[in-house]
């Protein structure tokens, strides 16, 4: 239930007034903020509009003196507040506050309601309403009250802006990791054809090899060759036999990249 509600029931608001106007200065102190009131009584809205325009600073009050001229306000205008009469010819306040909770959920809506009408208090407190002031309309309670849904709006403002924020930064870090992803995947790939093509080019170095060897050693005998061509025999042996374990080397991370980029496509 809103802190007026309470008001006359032995109830101390957290913030005194005084805490709260500093509060919507230090918000407002760059921007003014909006005031709409909604009232069919001249008389009414014009003392209304007077007691706020003096009590509080830093804001501007527009006047409509019913609900359609009221939404027509809200199309041309951005506002902080609505402070709104509920029984009014035509549309009343429970249709223009089933508007603005549509339309404008983030404005709060005070409603202004005469003594012995708190049914009507309660269903628009129910429906969305902020808060409710009772007639005859008690300046500090009205000053009160706006003070505090004012701040209330800005705080929301603030948060909206801090969600907002951060939906953009956790955006901007998800395309980030998939620019980095198909960057790792593109040196994984590199590097799969690198060794596919290093492979490829090892194999016939060593079957030439072989065979040159095996050649050699088919024309001259183990126990008749000379010692030049045995030392030269093994050296052959030994670079053959180095190659092939580079080229075992090579299969096996050619194996490993392989199987790791069939594992991370089986995930997504």
């Known amino acids: 239930m809103p802190l007026a509600s309470y008001e006359g029931k032995g109830y101390t608001p957290m913030?005194?007034?005084?805490?709260?106007?500093?509060?919507?200065e230090r918000y407002f102190s760059m921007e003014t903020a909006r005031i709409l009131l909604v009232d069919d009584d001249p008389a009414l809205q014009q003392a209304l509009s007077l007691m706020v325009s003096l009590r509080m600073s830093n804001v501007q009050v527009h006047t409509a003196d019913s609900v359609s001229q009221a939404l027509k306000l809200?199309?041309?205008?951005?506002?902080?507040?609505?402070?709104?009469d509920i029984k009014m010819p035509?549309?009343?306040?429970?249709?223009l506050l089933a508007v603005t909770?549509?339309?404008?959920?983030?404005?709060?809506?005070?409603?202004?309601?005469?003594?012995g009408e708190h049914d009507l208090a309660i269903q628009a407190l129910r429906g969305g309403a902020y808060d409710y002031i009772l007639k005859p309309v008690d300046r500090d309670d009205l000053v009160a009250s706006l003070y505090r849904a004012l701040h209330t709006q800005r705080l929301q403002q603030e948060i909206r802006r801090q969600q907002q924020t951060l939906e953009r930064y956790a955006l901007?870090?998800?395309?980030?990791?998939?620019?980095r992803t198909g960057e790792l995947?593109?040196?994984?790939?590199?590097?799969?054809?690198?060794?596919r093509t290093l492979g490829d080019e090892l194999n016939p170095v060593l079957a030439q090899l072989r065979q040159d060897t095996q050649q050699i050693e088919d024309c001259f005998p183990a126990t008749g060759r000379p010692k030049t061509l045995e030392?030269?025999?093994?050296?052959?042996?030994?670079?053959?036999?180095?190659?092939?374990?580079?080229?075992?080397?090579?299969?096996q991370a050619t194996s490993i990249q392989s199987d790791h980029l069939a594992s991370k496509h089986s995930r997504m």
Do not use: K, W
Request: charged share 20%.
């Open 185 to 195: 995947r593109a040196a994984q790939r590199a590097n799969e054809t690198i060794l």
């Open 90 to 95: 035509g549309m009343d306040g429970f249709d």
């Open 101 to 115: 909770s549509q339309q404008y959920p983030e404005i709060p809506v005070l409603f202004i309601t005469g003594h």
């Open 15 to 24: 913030h005194s007034n005084s805490v709260l106007r500093r509060a919507h």
């Open 74 to 84: 809200l199309q041309q205008h951005e506002y902080h507040a609505i402070v709104s």
């Open 172 to 179: 901007n870090l998800e395309r980030l990791v998939e620019q």
């Open 231 to 251: 030392q030269n025999l093994a050296n052959m042996r030994c670079s053959l036999q180095e190659l092939e374990n580079i080229a075992a080397r090579v299969q």
